[in-house]
């Protein structure tokens, strides 16, 4: 004990050190980082600040199971949970955040200990010597991958349903390694709960709890208490279960399926057809160039230059890989595989594919496979390793360091406009000058449609009035000598010429050429 207690002192400072970098990473420029709420972002802060004040979403009904939105419905638990943060951080654009950089920080400490139950399940996995170092190189891996960093720092829900998640498979392993019945109980909650906080796990949690309740209900002698589990879970995602086969349940898979070009197809054709397309897009959540280089290509989840998996942990990815399969036997081989199975499983289903939100799971087993191998070069012998594994340290830390730096500094800029950014600063100062107009008239060509949640998340007391494209807005009868504050986005804004009208002033983005967002006129 006398031996031990020094290292796993060392243990412990080293993994706080990686906690507090994981933390600084996902809370460093928060709300500025992206450089604006998406969209979003912004219809969930709308509805979690209905829910706070009033009890009821922006539609009137109360403490809704899902909320609708944009024609789809979004899933309940982190509006609830924005709800909870908008308490102590107000409406602001940090309480929308915090729910995801909250659990996203938290997931550095159960991924660490998620480690140490998966080396349990084989004690000649690993040698000793490498198990600590297996877990520490891991988890800091875990808390750095730029795919992991950037979701924690965004208002996106699949962050929290990977932390419920992550704390079932941890309870799961806890209750093959311990026989903790409680641990059923909470590993099963975890996958509940992952249900109502993003879509893809309406699919990827059922198919999980089937299988962790069949495996349990096999190797264990309590069998009724599994089977009590079980029921209690299925009777927590029925709800979800039986709205999933509505109208508003399905509405966004009939928007994003894979399938809906196919539709016209003949019975048999669609027979040999689907499989084939859902085989591709499963196996494109695989390939190199998505991982390492480009990502699915949308400018909001794409730092340029970086795909969500820096290129110098292929090396280390691959020889994870070798190692693994080398090594690994029986139940642990099948629980890494399984997870590396089920990621892309919900994602393969919709278009575009590949999509990093909807395979945002797959950090799990690639960050592990990739620590596999981080920790096998550590103890290569010989001058040339340690001459290679020197290398790659260097290079690794250049192009984490390179990431972080285009990430702070360049990406908020060249990602304005994805983000929503201007919006903010259009609603602010619209209603900074709202009490010198009669009418606010907003050109509903650019700032209409869905785009009113910032209006409403911003300031959902500010008057204003959409001007549809190609229609003339006309003053009352009655107020044809009031003032009007007229806002476009387009300089040359036809509308315009049926009005007198007096340039007030641009609303600008804080990018580097201070570019036009919007324009305010008086009529």
Known sequence: MHKFFPSFRIEIFVLIVIILLGVCLRFYHLTNVPLGLYIDEASIGYNAAAILHTGKDEYGNPFPMAFRAFGEYKMPV????????MIPFGTTDFAV????????SIS???FYFFLKQIILLDQHFLPKKRETLFCLLTTFLFAVLPWNVMFSRIGFEVNVGLFFYLTACFFFLKTINNKSLMSVGICFLGLVASIYTYDAFRIIAPITLICFALYLYRKTTAKKYIILFFLLAIFGILPMVLFSFTNGGIARFDETSAFSQYAQLSLFKKIVVYPLVYLQNFLSYFSLSYLFSFGDGFDRQRVLGFGPVLRTELPLL?????????????FLRIFILFLLFVAPIAGALTIPSPHELRSFLLVIPLTILTGLGATQLFFIKGKKAKVVLTALVIIFTYNLISFYDVYFIEYPFDSIISWGGGYKQLVLEATRLQHQYKYIVINGSEFGGINYVYFKFYNPNLPYIIAQKNTVWEKPKKDKNAKVLYISADPNDQE?????????ENISLPNLNHDTFATFYQL
Do not use: D, E
């Not at 982190?78 to 943060?85: F, K, R």
């Not at 691959?318 to 029986?330: A, E, H, R």
């Open 108 to 110: 550095i400490f159960v």
């Open 318 to 330: 691959l020889i994870g890989i070798y190692f693994f399969l080398k090594n690994s036997k029986g």
């Open 78 to 85: 982190y509006i609830y949970l924005t709800s909870a943060a």
């Open 97 to 104: 955040r915090f729910p995801s950089f909250f659990f996203g």
């Open 496 to 504: 315009l010429k049926f009005f007198p009208h007096t340039f007030i």
